[in-house]
């Protein structure tokens, strides 16, 4: 048996061994190395994918924790190793501490700060700011006709897939099951012709002048009308017919008989509307946006439609993901940021899958907005939002951010309609609670450096 102080011996050899490892230049390099390789594999992936991708996959893994823990961990072991610490030992001391909180600053801005954005039409108010985390819910139709809301979740199908664990969710009517995610799929829509009177009709349509040609389908589903809004006008079609409350360019649709739709064009300018009666292959003309006409492609009085969901193995602008839903028999698709009608024959409900939305605290509206253009072609130059917040209004163009109550509003992207003319702005919002420990290890990692670098240049003419 070892005696006390041969036991107090061995203890302290493996410390200062240990000690001795933690504070190496090996562990270092092979820190740096690691660091390195999870950093490139994070290009790749955000390169062959995109930076959603690359930050679940890999900066938000427990690869890249290990390598920044072996990072904090070498540099205590380093400072640890030093002590007593000397003069001499105070350019690497405020180094070393720089890049320890500045870490500390990184991971609180992770974990507990914000980074969404809120899209608006002009004349438009929002209070939410939408993330990227995505959200489950389901909804059941109370006896009141009122929806009540029995499951929320956050989910991750990309990490945790449903091919691979089942994800269930029960209600008195049975569980409902989502069986399927596609990461990145391209929404296609089938219409047919329904028997069933509860159906609500469809109809193609082709959107034409010398700057346009687009056609697609409109399928009316449930209680309200279904409207398509192109900026500066929205098609709308409804069961029957239908008076629009809000004013502007659009056009109203509703079925005359099983072969016959008729519509109603109404005018921004206070100009009597227009109406009449169309069959396929016949042409409507608006009167606005340079001679924009409408033509019928194809009318079903009832109609159902079915969504599906085109595999992608990469992203694109065109793709978004998707999850396959079984209820009672039957499996649906719903595309993220849309929901599904799920009923038996004594229930209904509806299942969300969404980007999850934020209060932000307080209202924006959006009062104008602006793109400035590159002389003599259409290739944005700037472009600038005039908002309006309880501080008053303000101007947020793409180097001027807005600050306020805690959130920095920043310029990000427009959308813009079929003419190019720019109807929806696009606002970064952003809230970044580890900044200051970031600004202060910023500011001990350039002290620790100049320091550094005069104690050479005093030692180099001292000596």
């Given at each position: 048996?070892?005696?006390?102080?041969?036991?107090?011996?061995?203890?302290?050899?493996?410390?200062?061994?240990?000690?001795?490892?933690?504070?190496?230049?090996?562990?270092?390099?092979?820190?740096?190395?690691?660091?390195?390789?999870?950093?490139?594999?994070?290009?790749?992936?955000?390169?062959?994918?995109?930076?959603?991708?690359?930050?679940?996959?890999?900066?938000?893994?427990?690869?890249?924790?290990?390598?920044?823990?072996?990072?904090?961990?070498?540099?205590?072991?380093?400072?640890?190793?030093?002590?007593?610490?000397?003069?001499?030992?105070?350019?690497?001391?405020?180094?070393h501490t720089g890049i320890i909180i500045l870490?500390?600053?990184?991971?609180?801005?992770?974990?507990?700060?914000?980074?969404?954005?809120?899209?608006?039409?002009?004349?438009?108010?929002?209070?939410?700011?939408?993330?990227?985390?995505?959200?489950?819910?389901?909804?059941?139709?109370?006896?009141?006709?009122?929806?009540?809301?029995?499951?929320?979740?956050?989910?991750?199908?990309?990490?945790?897939?449903?091919?691979?664990?089942?994800?269930?969710?029960?209600?008195?009517?049975?569980?409902?099951?989502?069986?399927?995610?596609?990461?990145?799929?391209?929404?296609?829509?089938?219409?047919?012709?329904?028997?069933?009177?509860?159906?609500?009709?469809?109809?193609?349509?082709?959107?034409?002048n010398n700057f346009v040609s687009e056609n697609?389908?409109?399928?009316?589903?449930?209680?309200?009308?279904?409207?398509?809004?192109?900026?500066?006008?929205?098609?709308?079609?409804?069961?029957?017919?239908?008076?629009?409350?809000?004013?502007?360019?659009?056009?109203?649709?509703?079925?005359?008989?099983?072969?016959?739709?008729?519509?109603?064009?109404?005018?921004?300018?206070?100009?009597?509307?227009?109406?009449?009666?169309?069959?396929?292959?016949?042409?409507?003309?608006?009167?606005?946006?340079?001679?924009?006409?409408?033509?019928?492609?194809?009318?079903?009085?009832?109609?159902?439609?079915?969504?599906?969901?085109?595999?992608?193995?990469?992203?694109?602008?065109?793709?978004?993901?998707?999850?396959?839903?079984?209820?009672?028999?039957?499996?649906?698709w719903a595309g993220l940021n849309s929901a599904?009608?799920?009923?038996?024959?004594?229930?209904?409900?509806?299942?969300?899958?969404?980007?999850?939305?934020?209060?932000?605290?307080?209202?924006?509206?959006?009062?104008?907005?602006?793109?400035?253009?590159?002389?003599?072609?259409?290739?944005?130059?700037?472009?600038?939002?005039?908002?309006?917040?309880?501080?008053?209004?303000?101007?947020?163009?793409?180097?001027?951010?807005?600050?306020?109550?805690?959130?920095?509003?920043?310029?990000?992207?427009?959308?813009?309609?079929?003419?190019?003319?720019?109807?929806?702005?696009?606002?970064?919002?952003?809230?970044?609670?580890?900044?200051?420990?970031?600004?202060?290890?910023?500011?001990?990692?350039?002290?620790?450096?100049?320091?550094?670098?005069?104690?050479?240049?005093?030692?180099?003419?001292?000596?």
């Amino acid at each position: 048996m070892l005696q006390p102080q041969a036991m107090t011996g061995k203890i302290e050899k493996v410390s200062k061994a240990i000690l001795g490892f933690l504070a190496s230049l090996k562990l270092a390099v092979i820190t740096i190395i690691f660091i390195g390789i999870v950093c490139a594999w994070g290009t790749i992936v955000e390169s062959q994918y995109n930076s959603e991708i690359a930050y679940k996959v890999v900066y938000k893994s427990v690869w890249m924790y290990l390598a920044l823990g072996m990072l904090v961990v070498n540099l205590l072991g380093v400072m640890v190793d030093r002590l007593p610490w000397k003069k001499k030992h105070i350019p690497f001391i405020l180094a070393h501490t720089g890049i320890i909180i500045l870490l500390l600053g990184a991971y609180i801005t992770q974990e507990r700060g914000l980074d969404g954005s809120i899209a608006m039409d002009i004349g438009e108010t929002n209070s939410y700011v939408t993330v990227p985390n995505t959200d489950l819910n389901v909804y059941q139709l109370t006896e009141l006709q009122e929806y009540k809301r029995i499951h929320s979740e956050e989910v991750d199908f990309y990490l945790r897939s449903p091919q691979k664990k089942e994800y269930k969710i029960n209600t008195p009517d049975g569980p409902i099951v989502v069986t399927d995610y596609i990461p990145f799929a391209i929404r296609k829509v089938n219409v047919s012709a329904s028997k069933r009177i509860m159906d609500g009709p469809a109809l193609r349509y082709q959107l034409k002048n010398n700057f346009v040609s687009e056609n697609d389908w409109l399928v009316q589903q449930g209680q309200k009308p279904e409207v398509r809004d192109f900026g500066p006008t929205k098609l709308v079609l409804a069961k029957e017919k239908f008076e629009p409350k809000d004013k502007g360019n659009q056009v109203v649709f509703w079925p005359t008989g099983r072969d016959a739709v008729s519509y109603a064009i109404y005018y921004k300018d206070g100009r009597p509307k227009k109406t009449g009666t169309a069959k396929k292959g016949d042409t409507i003309p608006t009167g606005w946006m340079g001679n924009l006409e409408i033509i019928i492609l194809g009318f079903y009085k009832n109609a159902s439609y079915q969504t599906e969901y085109e595999r992608h193995d990469r992203p694109n602008d065109l793709t978004t993901a998707a999850i396959e839903v079984s209820f009672n028999g039957q499996k649906q698709w719903a595309g993220l940021n849309s929901a599904l009608e799920l009923f038996t024959s004594k229930a209904g409900y509806i299942l969300t899958y969404s980007n999850r939305r934020i209060p932000l605290g307080f209202e924006v509206k959006l009062l104008d907005f602006s793109v400035g253009k590159y002389q003599g072609t259409n290739n944005p130059m700037s472009y600038q939002s005039q908002v309006e917040i309880p501080s008053g209004k303000h101007m947020i163009s793409m180097n001027e951010p807005l600050k306020y109550n805690g959130l920095t509003l920043y310029q990000a992207s427009f959308q813009q309609d079929t003419t190019g003319k720019p109807t929806t702005s696009i606002l970064s919002v952003n809230k970044d609670p580890g900044r200051p420990l970031k600004y202060i290890g910023s500011i001990l990692i350039v002290l620790g450096s100049a320091s550094l670098f005069y104690n050479r240049k005093l030692r180099k003419v001292q000596g």
